[in-house]
T-cell receptor, first 112, second 111 residues
Framework: RKEVEQDPGPFNVPEGATVAFNCTYSNSASQSFFWYRQDCRKEPKLLMSVYSSGNEDGRFTAQLNRASQYISLLIRDSKLSDSATYLC?????????????FGKGTKLSVKP | DAGITQSPRHKVTETGTPVTLRCHQTENHRYMYWYRQDPGHGLRLIHYSYGVKDTDKGEVSDGYSVSRSKTEDFLLTLESATSSQTSVYFCAAGGGTQPQHFGDGTRLSIL
């Protein structure tokens, strides 16, 4: 089983739509969780951390379900500028020096 | 601006030549990382460092070596480049339970 799995998409949505991405991880010892966004030919940039209680940052909401080993990202009122690839990222547990494991990403395309 | 710069940004070289990529950070992070990104594979960890002169292997370390003589600099060396090492290389700093921040990347082509 892959360590972090994401639907690769692409998700093609109109402006203003709500879109949800899901991610599952295999290592129950994973300690920290993040969503990164990566624009074409650019470096990954941190979008938001994911906390057990769920957290929101403007139009973005992240949720974590440790029992199901599942992470989600909800984007409301999509903008053209949200078009990017969204990477689900978890840290390994067990003294791994905080190494991140990346999903392969979900591509989002927001259309006018 | 996460204060991480990579050099060079682009490089084309020939098989069998040595190549060194440099990563420089200004945030005094303890941890630094080198990744490669290829289509269909996502980001994969090559090597990482947890302090000056302290390094360890990642998932795809074969053919690569690293050095960290100062907190701010982390070098990645391909001793004898092969075409399979054509990739985009990203350096990152941060980590532990905190997120990592990435440099702009180096596009390396090996002919």
């Amino acid at each position: 089983r892959k360590e972090v799995e994401q639907d690769p998409g692409p998700f093609n949505v109109p402006e203003g739509a709500t879109v949800a991405f899901n991610c599952t991880y295999s290592n129950s010892a994973s300690q920290s969780f993040f969503w990164y966004r990566q624009d074409c030919r650019k470096e990954p940039k941190l979008l938001m951390s994911v906390y057990s209680s769920g957290n929101e940052d403007g139009r973005f909401t992240a949720q974590l379900n440790r029992a199901s080993q599942y992470i989600s990202l909800l984007i409301r009122d999509s903008k053209l500028s949200d078009s990017a690839t969204y990477l689900c990222v978890v840290t390994l547990g067990g003294g791994s020096q905080g190494n991140l494991i990346f999903g392969k990403g979900t591509k989002l395309s927001v259309k006018p | 601006d996460a204060g991480i710069t990579q050099s060079p940004r682009h490089k084309v070289t020939e098989t069998g030549t040595p190549v060194t990529l440099r990563c420089h950070q200004t945030e005094n992070h303890r941890y630094m990382y080198w990744y490669r990104q290829d289509p269909g594979h996502g980001l994969r960890l090559i090597h990482y460092s947890y302090g000056v002169k302290d390094t360890d292997k990642g998932e795809v370390s074969d053919g690569y070596s690293v050095s960290r003589s100062k907190t701010e600099d982390f070098l990645l060396t391909l001793e004898s480049a092969t075409s399979s090492q054509t990739s985009v290389y990203f350096c990152a700093a941060g980590g532990g339970t905190q997120p990592q921040h990435f440099g702009d990347g180096t596009r390396l082509s090996i002919l």
